[in-house]
């Protein structure tokens, strides 16, 4: 393996074993009075979207890097969870603001442990308001009708026609989505 594919490959498994972790924390939900931090809890008949969070994704490739590299000095010498995501993700302000901005329009928002991303969430009557126009618009989003979510393996979130637990509204058309969304101001 060529030294460019191997810091490529630690930078993905560190970033996967952070999602892990975030998932495997044990105070998964912040109690303090800061910004919305927690792990998602699903609900029949919600609708959510994930959006990417300010981060310092070089840094943290660097980071991840220099813990799976044998021989670096930081080799296997893993931050915590939570020391992670304050060097790396979203501040208590950016945070706050994302949060603060999708409140207005009538959703929820958390941030997810890792503070790299984020989850936006409200009914599909919530959505529709928000965005201003339905969400059945068929060119916005590839409906997945195939497949599931179910990494428990208690028979849920099979994908089917339409919205469903597996996919949602389907993969976002990014060549038509934005056209079917009002324009700001």
């Known amino acids: 393996m060529t030294p460019g594919r191997f810091r490529r490959a630690s930078a993905l498994a ?20 800061g910004p919305p931090v ?38 296997r010498r893993f931050s915590s969870l939570d020391a992670a995501a304050r060097q790396f993700g979203a501040t208590d302000a950016q945070i706050d603001t994302v949060a603060e901005s999708i409140k207005t329009l009538g959703l929820q928002f958390a941030a997810d442990p890792t503070r790299l991303f984020g989850r936006v969430t409200g009914s599909t009557q919530q959505w529709q308001a928000a965005l ?6 068929p060119s916005a989003f ?15 979130c099979n994908a089917t026609t339409g919205y469903d637990l597996a996919s949602g509204l389907g993969v976002p058309n990014w060549a038509t989505l ?8």
């Open 178 to 185: 934005p056209a079917t969304l009002p324009k700001p101001g």
């Open 14 to 33: 560190a970033a996967a074993a952070l999602a892990a972790v975030s998932l495997l924390a044990s105070a998964c939900t912040s109690s303090s009075a």
């Open 38 to 75: 927690s792990l998602p809890v699903p609900k029949t008949g919600e609708v959510t979207f994930y959006l990417s969070l300010p981060s310092s994704a070089a840094a943290l490739s660097e980071a991840a890097t220099k813990v799976g590299t044998p021989g670096s000095s930081d080799y």
């Open 132 to 137: 201003g126009t339905a969400l059945s618009q």
């Open 142 to 156: 590839f409906d997945v009708t195939q497949g599931n979510n179910d990494l428990a393996g208690v028979g849920c």
